[in-house]
């Protein structure tokens, strides 16, 4: 009977095997990364059972399944996993694509890499193929509208140049508000260290300003940005304002050797007037006929004019005598005259089409990646062509990087990374900007911007005369002609930087780790300014056609021994040659200790974490400034130099310097620790303590050493087992962190700051050498510091397709730097000192979501939103005067944000259309003004707002459909006030002037003062009966006063992107891994900006010499990898 009965079971069983093994199928496939590249290792599972397979290394599986009603999952640790129905489908292929979900994966800090659901602090990670803008090569510039918090302004767009960045409105009132940036664990220093005011100069130091031009964005894998004191803790006493960590890409073990190419083409686009709200050459000349009837365009004031233009080239052709004709080259007589002049009154030349051009910028990366199962390695070539927006500028650089892992046993392994950049540039010759604190204005000598010379020369001159010869007008009492002076008046800039690093782990236990860092970097800057016997700069130094322009030209010797001799030309043979160079030697060591254990309950789950991380860590940094003038350098006879001894007098004579060197030492070490405890990652605690020193601030202990801490904690709510993780609500965690955190400044003053020179005397034998004290001593020097108190929410819903992280913060800044009075004692009334303190407050907002998704179609969103509120709560600020208050960048004083603007508080023309204000004591009348006043100044001066927006934003979208991707990012800036282009330039009127058509409704007659606000042009003869200074202060005045400021609002579209990745089959066709195109515009358009900006960018500063604005680019990109 019990044979029967087992008979008919395996009957069963075998019927049963027949029918699963019927409707059981085998499927294969190849998944691959968005890239086109295939993935190793990638979990391939049937839901619902155990049953799976991993790709091999070609990205393949094979899988049997139960049939057509299986579902695949794939999946893979930093991927979005996939669930795909079988169906009747015998090849399922894949794409994976990175989870961007800020709710998972690591947070980097440049020490540690902390998962995000275990790390207490403020941090926002921003993957690079999330951020990237084709033809953008600083990467600073990428982070506009990415984050909250961080507000970047592209003060100028010239390569080399940075953006200034700030994070959470700054920490520092006259110190640096910059963040610190980390490349792959180590600071990356500047070459130079510039200030807010130094960024918006133009000056040509500026091409140096960026910590990050030698880094190629292609190389670049992640950025972690660092906000509040928690996340900054490791980097204590130097992350005042913030860092910017960046992850540069590595090869990936047991993965293919992989050569990929990217080729990345752009064309910027020509400016033009349409834009600016400018007169054309008609109305500009109906200007100047004013202006001739006021007697300012007479013949005799324009012989010995220092500039001048088409009436100026009247006059110079009626005095000129033509031998060859036996006639004048223009006939004095009023048809001839009006003849002539209306060829310039109809010129309407364009000089942004004669200056600018849409040329192709090239940028090439040729990379290899791959690894085995010890070892990885990434490289690339880099190289970027620019040949110039403009006929004055180009750039050439060529970057190289190569980055190692080996495991030399299953407990140590090494990396080595070497990187490097050469660049040669190209720029328009320019000399540094100054104020004139009397006048209220900035001033640059031999500005030849093309872009500053475009809105600001007239339409009524021609680059070339009737026979196409160049038309030389007049400038600084020599000829001359832009496209001839950008021939002969240049600078070449050559850059070189390299770095090696090295990092060590050994793993004692597998709990405890041992962690080395060694990096050494070296950076070179060689600047070239040259100005040929051509230029119109050494014309200048050789104008000496009359008495009078000898008299008046200030680039001519004057004899101090015999006072009654003419004025001299000394640089009769030759041009001029300036040299800079700046060097940086930086060294960075680091050692650490690292425990991290956990400790698991029965059921193999963690219950208690503990990570322990202890280090020390020394800093080293040298740098070098030379410079030196060289006059008669004849560069048309092979370089021979012929010096007049008397030009040397006269720079000395002048209390200037042809040669100059000057070198900073600065040297720091750190001692951290930090100690984390998590119970079963629901309730995460954290400590650090960090003791650091630095040579740069006082002799005493006290003030070179200083403590940093910062104690933190994180609640994992939906990891409670009163509210678990559900599809509705599947992350919710709480924030909170108290700490201390410091920076150094960039005063120096712990020493007295002393420059040697020498005595203004009248007469060279008289003098005798000076030591300036520049600034006195101050031995208690020490950090600049911040209390920074920041609470935070993470939220997620429906799985995290909605996740949402709020933080509010509060940072009392204290013992900032300060401008405070003294006793006299040392012979100066003012010096730096730490007695200035602010309060920040703000909010910060980030959401992303996922709002729909098909196997074909997906469209996802992400949200940033930050403001804040700053005041100064204790300041002197002793040097403050009216300039420092109402130019462009604003001023610092107590109870307001940093750099507050402030104006002249504009009351109307008087009936000679002059302007008025309401100033001291209820005067009216301009000769009461000063911009160089102290006394209770904010008693008749008006604040405007802050230079810097509080509120920033960004939203981006991103749409995919099949192989489609679009994306557009808009970003915004509020809360900030401008100061608009100067109207007038003092009381000085030549036909060299162009005019906004504002200026159209400009005071013409009596009576006009009650129907307009803009002051006309005061006659020559109200010039000559007042003083011409006071009336130049007044018209400054009006520049700087409460008519010429707007809103600084402003909302861009900063980037639209259309890519087109090719599918499986192209590409085996075309033996190809991947390929992709793209088409993408950066800065397109202003959606709103105010309409009293007349065209002029929120962002730019019109300062001259080196800088450009940002401006729209179009960029075709091809990604190809094999």
Same mark, same amino acid.
């Given at each position: 009977?019990?044979?029967?009965?087992?008979?008919?079971? #395996?009957?069963?069983?075998?019927?049963?095997?027949?029918?699963?093994?019927?409707?059981?199928?085998?499927?294969?496939?190849?998944?691959?990364?968005?890239?086109?590249? %295939?993935?190793?290792?990638?979990?391939?599972?049937?839901?619902? =059972?155990?049953?799976?397979?991993?790709?091999?290394?070609?990205?393949?599986?094979?899988?049997?399944?139960?049939?057509?009603?299986?579902?695949?999952?794939?999946?893979?640790?930093?991927?979005?996993?996939?669930?795909?129905?079988?169906?009747?489908?015998?090849?399922?292929?894949?794409?994976?694509?990175?989870?961007?979900?800020?709710?998972?994966?690591?947070?980097?800090?440049?020490?540690?890499?902390?998962?995000?659901?275990?790390?207490?602090?403020?941090?926002?990670?921003?993957?690079?193929?999330?951020?990237?803008?084709?033809?953008?090569?600083?990467?600073?510039?990428?982070?506009?509208?990415?984050?909250?918090?961080?507000?970047?302004?592209?003060?100028?767009?010239?390569?080399?140049?940075?953006?200034?960045?700030?994070?959470?409105?700054?920490?520092?009132?006259?110190?640096?508000?910059?963040?610190?940036?980390?490349?792959?664990?180590?600071?990356?220093?500047?070459?130079?260290?510039?200030?807010?005011?130094?960024?918006?100069?133009?000056?040509?130091?500026?091409?140096?300003?960026?910590?990050?031009?030698?880094?190629?964005?292609?190389?670049?894998?992640?950025?972690?940005?660092?906000?509040?004191?928690?996340?900054?803790?490791?980097?204590?006493?130097?992350?005042?304002?913030?860092?910017?960590? @960046?992850?540069?890409?590595?090869?990936?073990?047991?993965?293919?050797?992989?050569?990929?190419?990217?080729?990345?083409?752009?064309?910027?686009?020509?400016?033009?007037?349409?834009?600016?709200?400018?007169?054309?050459?008609?109305?500009?000349?109906?200007?100047?006929?004013?202006?001739?009837?006021?007697?300012?365009?007479?013949?005799?004031?324009?012989?010995?004019?220092?500039?001048?233009?088409?009436?100026?080239?009247?006059?110079?052709?009626?005095?000129?005598?033509?031998?060859?004709?036996?006639? #004048?080259?223009?006939?004095?007589?009023?048809?001839?005259?009006?003849?002539?002049?209306?060829?310039?009154?109809?010129?309407?030349?364009?000089? #942004?089409?004669?200056?600018?051009?849409?040329?192709?910028?090239?940028?090439?990366?040729?990379?290899?990646?791959?690894?085995?199962?010890?070892?990885?390695?990434?490289?690339?070539?880099? &190289?970027?062509?620019?040949?110039?927006?403009?006929?004055?500028?180009?750039?050439?650089?060529?970057?190289?990087?190569?980055?190692?892992?080996?495991?030399?046993?299953?407990?140590?392994?090494?990396?080595?990374?070497?990187?490097?950049?050469?660049?040669?540039?190209?720029?328009?010759?320019?000399?540094?900007?100054?104020?004139?604190?009397?006048?209220?204005?900035?001033?640059?000598?031999?500005?030849?911007?093309?872009?500053?010379?475009?809105?600001?020369?007239?339409?009524?001159?021609? %680059?070339?005369?009737?026979?196409?010869?160049?038309?030389?007008?007049?400038?600084?009492?020599?000829?001359?002609?832009?496209?001839?002076?950008?021939?002969?008046?240049?600078?070449?800039?050559?850059?070189?930087?390299?770095?090696?690093?090295?990092?060590?782990?050994?793993?004692?236990?597998?709990?405890?780790?041992?962690?080395?860092?060694?990096?050494?970097?070296?950076?070179? $800057?060689?600047?070239?300014?040259?100005? =040929?016997?051509?230029?119109?700069?050494?014309?200048?130094?050789?104008?000496?056609?009359?008495?009078?322009?000898?008299?008046?030209?200030?680039?001519?010797?004057?004899?101090?021994?015999?006072?009654?001799?003419?004025?001299?030309?000394?640089?009769?043979?030759?041009?001029?040659?300036?040299?800079?160079?700046?060097?940086?030697?930086?060294?960075?060591?680091?050692?650490?200790?690292?425990?991290?254990?956990?400790?698991?309950?029965?059921?193999?789950?963690?219950?208690?974490?503990?990570?322990?991380?202890?280090?020390?860590?020394?800093?080293?940094?040298?740098?070098?400034?030379?410079?030196?003038?060289?006059?008669?350098?004849? #560069?048309?006879?092979?370089?021979?130099?012929?010096?007049?001894?008397?030009?040397?007098?006269?720079?000395?004579?002048?209390?200037?310097?042809?040669?100059?060197?000057?070198?900073?030492?600065?040297?720091?070490?750190?001692?951290?620790?930090?100690?984390?405890?998590?119970?079963?990652?629901?309730?995460?605690?954290?400590?650090?303590?960090?003791?650091?020193?630095?040579?740069?601030?006082?002799?005493?202990?006290?003030?070179?050493?200083?403590?940093?801490?910062?104690?933190?904690?994180?609640?994992?709510?939906?990891?409670?087992?009163?509210?678990?993780?559900?599809?509705?609500?599947?992350?919710?965690?709480?924030?909170?962190?108290?700490?201390?955190?410091?920076?150094?400044?960039?005063?120096?003053?712990?020493?007295?700051?002393?420059? $040697?020179?020498?005595?203004?005397?009248?007469?060279?034998?008289?003098?005798?050498?000076?030591?300036? @004290?520049?600034?006195?001593?101050?031995?208690?020097?020490?950090?600049?510091?911040?209390?920074? =108190?920041?609470?935070?929410?993470?939220?997620?819903?429906?799985?995290?397709?909605?996740?949402?992280?709020?933080?509010?913060?509060?940072?009392?800044?204290?013992?900032?730097?300060?401008?405070?009075?003294?006793?006299?004692?040392?012979?100066?009334?003012?010096?730096?000192?730490?007695?200035?303190?602010?309060?920040?407050?703000?909010?910060?907002?980030?959401?992303?979501?996922?709002? &729909?998704?098909?196997?074909?179609?997906?469209?996802?969103?992400?949200?940033?939103?930050?403001?804040?509120?700053?005041?100064?709560?204790?300041?002197?600020?002793?040097?403050?005067?009216?300039?420092?208050?109402?130019?462009?960048?604003?001023?610092?004083?107590?109870?307001?944000?940093?750099?507050?603007?402030?104006?002249?508080?504009?009351?109307?023309?008087?009936?000679?259309?002059?302007?008025?204000?309401?100033?001291?004591?209820?005067?009216?009348?301009?000769?009461?003004?000063?911009?160089?006043?102290?006394?209770? @100044?904010?008693?008749?001066?008006?604040?405007?707002?802050?230079?810097?927006?509080?509120?920033?934003?960004?939203?981006?979208?991103?749409?995919?459909?099949?192989?489609?991707?679009?994306?557009?990012?808009?970003?915004?800036?509020?809360?900030?006030?401008?100061?608009?282009?100067?109207?007038?330039?003092?009381?000085?009127?030549?036909?060299?002037?162009?005019?906004?058509?504002?200026?159209?409704?400009?005071?013409?007659?009596?009576?006009?003062?009650?129907?307009?606000?803009?002051?006309?042009?005061?006659?020559?003869?109200?010039?000559?009966?007042?003083?011409?200074?006071?009336? $130049?202060?007044?018209?400054?005045?009006?520049?700087?006063?409460?008519?010429?400021?707007?809103?600084?609002?402003?909302?861009?579209?900063?980037?639209?992107?259309?890519?087109?990745?090719?599918?499986?089959?192209?590409?085996?066709?075309?033996?190809?891994?991947?390929?992709?195109?793209?088409?993408?515009?950066?800065?397109? &358009?202003?959606?709103?900006?105010?309409?009293?900006?007349?065209?002029?960018?929120?962002?730019?500063?019109?300062?001259?010499?080196?800088?450009?604005?940002?401006?729209?680019?179009?960029?075709?990109?091809?990604?190809?990898?094999?």
């Amino acid at each position: 009977m019990k044979r029967k009965w087992l008979y008919a079971l #395996f009957a069963l069983l075998c019927f049963t095997a027949s029918r699963l093994y019927a409707q059981q199928q085998t499927v294969t496939g190849v998944v691959k990364d968005q890239n086109g590249q %295939p993935l190793f290792g990638v979990s391939v599972v049937e839901k619902g =059972t155990t049953h799976g397979v991993d790709t091999d290394l070609d990205g393949k599986y094979s899988l049997k399944v139960s049939g057509e009603k299986a579902v695949l999952v794939f999946s893979m640790v930093g991927t979005t996993p996939v669930e795909r129905v079988v169906g009747s489908h015998k090849e399922l292929n894949v794409i994976l694509r990175e989870e961007v979900t800020e709710l998972t994966g690591v947070v980097v800090t440049g020490y540690q890499e902390i998962d995000k659901k275990l790390f207490t602090g403020n941090s926002q990670t921003l993957k690079i193929d999330n951020i990237r803008q084709d033809g953008v090569v600083d990467v600073g510039r990428m982070l506009e509208g990415r984050a909250a918090g961080v507000n970047v302004q592209n003060l100028s767009g010239t390569f080399g140049t940075s953006p200034k960045i700030t994070i959470r409105g700054g920490s520092s009132i006259f110190g640096d508000t910059k963040p610190l940036w980390v490349v792959d664990g180590a600071v990356q220093e500047e070459v130079v260290n510039l200030s807010f005011e130094q960024l918006a100069s133009g000056d040509a130091s500026t091409l140096i300003s960026s910590a990050i031009s030698g880094l190629n964005a292609n190389d670049i894998e992640s950025i972690e940005i660092l906000k509040d004191a928690s996340a900054l803790s490791l980097y204590g006493a130097r992350a005042l304002n913030g860092a910017v960590i @960046i992850t540069t890409k590595s090869g990936k073990r047991n993965v293919k050797t992989q050569l990929s190419y990217q080729l990345e083409e752009s064309v910027r686009m020509i400016p033009n007037y349409s834009q600016f709200d400018l007169m054309n050459s008609q109305e500009t000349m109906s200007v100047y006929r004013e202006l001739e009837q006021k007697g300012y365009l007479d013949r005799a004031t324009y012989t010995a004019a220092q500039q001048g233009g088409a009436y100026h080239i009247m006059y110079r052709n009626t005095d000129t005598y033509d031998p060859a004709t036996g006639r #004048f080259l223009l006939q004095n007589s009023p048809e001839a005259r009006n003849a002539f002049l209306r060829k310039y009154e109809y010129a309407n030349t364009d000089w #942004f089409k004669t200056l600018f051009r849409p040329s192709l910028t090239q940028n090439h990366t040729l990379s290899l990646s791959g690894g085995g199962e010890n070892a990885t390695i990434y490289s690339s070539l880099g &190289f970027f062509v620019d040949p110039g927006w403009t006929i004055a500028d180009k750039v050439h650089r060529i970057t190289g990087n190569i980055k190692t892992s080996y495991d030399l046993s299953p407990k140590v392994k090494i990396g080595v990374l070497a990187q490097g950049a050469i660049r040669n540039q190209k720029a328009p010759g320019t000399f540094s900007r100054s104020s004139n604190q009397v006048t209220g204005e900035y001033e640059r000598d031999f500005d030849i911007n093309p872009f500053s010379y475009a809105l600001n020369t007239t339409r009524a001159l021609r %680059p070339y005369d009737d026979e196409g010869n160049y038309d030389y007008y007049r400038m600084n009492y020599a000829p001359m002609n832009i496209l001839k002076e950008l021939k002969n008046n240049y600078i070449d800039l050559k850059m070189m930087e390299y770095k090696l690093q090295s990092d060590l782990e050994v793993k004692f236990t597998p709990a405890l780790k041992y962690k080395f860092l060694g990096s050494v970097r070296y950076a070179q $800057s060689t600047q070239e300014h040259t100005m =040929t016997e051509g230029s119109n700069v050494v014309g200048a130094y050789r104008a000496n056609d009359n008495m009078i322009i000898g008299e008046r030209n200030p680039f001519l010797y004057r004899n101090p021994d015999d006072p009654s001799a003419l004025p001299q030309v000394v640089l009769p043979n030759g041009g001029i040659y300036k040299l800079e160079q700046n060097n940086l030697q930086s060294y960075y060591l680091r050692n650490a200790l690292e425990y991290n254990k956990a400790f698991k309950d029965q059921e193999e789950q963690d219950k208690h974490t503990l990570k322990l991380f202890l280090g020390q860590e020394f800093r080293y940094t040298d740098r070098d400034n030379q410079s030196f003038d060289g006059y008669g350098y004849q #560069f048309n006879r092979g370089g021979v130099v012929f010096t007049d001894p008397r030009i040397i007098e006269k720079v000395i004579a002048d209390n200037a310097q042809y040669f100059d060197r000057s070198t900073g030492r600065e040297r720091g070490v750190a001692f951290f620790s930090q100690a984390s405890y998590g119970f079963r990652n629901r309730y995460i605690l954290s400590g650090t303590l960090n003791y650091e020193g630095s040579n740069q601030l006082g002799r005493s202990r006290k003030a070179r050493w200083l403590p940093t801490w910062n104690i933190s904690g994180r609640w994992n709510v939906t990891n409670e087992h009163f509210l678990p993780a559900t599809h509705a609500l599947s992350n919710l965690s709480f924030r909170l962190s108290y700490g201390l955190i410091a920076g150094l400044n960039n005063i120096g003053n712990a020493l007295p700051i002393m420059v $040697s020179t020498i005595t203004p005397r009248f007469r060279n034998q008289d003098n005798e050498r000076l030591i300036r @004290i520049l600034s006195l001593q101050n031995s208690d020097l020490t950090w600049e510091k911040v209390y920074e =108190t920041n609470f935070g929410t993470d939220i997620g819903f429906l799985s995290n397709a909605i996740s949402l992280s709020v933080d509010l913060y509060q940072k009392n800044s204290k013992d900032l730097l300060d401008i405070v009075r003294t006793s006299g004692m040392g012979g100066e009334i003012n010096k730096y000192a730490n007695d200035a303190s602010m309060t920040t407050r703000g909010v910060e907002l980030v959401l992303d979501t996922r709002n &729909f998704k098909t196997e074909d179609f997906s469209w996802s969103t992400s949200v940033n939103f930050a403001y804040f509120k700053q005041e100064i709560t204790s300041l002197a600020n002793a040097s403050n005067s009216v300039f420092n208050l109402v130019r462009e960048t604003g001023g610092n004083v107590l109870g307001n944000p940093r750099n507050t603007l402030y104006s002249y508080d504009f009351a109307g023309l008087n009936s000679q259309g002059m302007p008025l204000f309401n100033l001291k004591g209820g005067s009216s009348d301009y000769k009461d003004i000063d911009f160089q006043d102290r006394d209770n @100044i904010l008693s008749y001066l008006k604040k405007e707002g802050a230079v810097d927006p509080n509120i920033t934003g960004g939203l981006s979208n991103t749409f995919r459909y099949k192989n489609w991707e679009l994306n557009f990012l808009i970003t915004m800036q509020a809360g900030n006030k401008i100061r608009k282009a100067p109207l007038y330039k003092g009381a000085g009127y030549d036909d060299l002037s162009v005019f906004p058509r504002e200026f159209k409704n400009r005071w013409v007659a009596p009576g006009d003062e009650a129907l307009t606000q803009i002051p006309g042009i005061v006659s020559q003869r109200t010039l000559n009966e007042e003083n011409k200074a006071y009336i $130049s202060r007044a018209y400054s005045a009006y520049n700087h006063s409460t008519a010429r400021v707007v809103d600084g609002s402003f909302v861009r579209m900063k980037s639209i992107s259309l890519s087109y990745t090719f599918d499986k089959e192209v590409l085996e066709s075309l033996n190809l891994g991947n390929l992709s195109l793209r088409l993408q515009a950066s800065n397109p &358009f202003l959606i709103y900006a105010h309409k009293d900006l007349n065209g002029q960018d929120p962002e730019f500063f019109r300062s001259g010499g080196v800088a450009y604005p940002i401006t729209p680019q179009y960029t075709f990109t091809i990604n190809l990898g094999i």
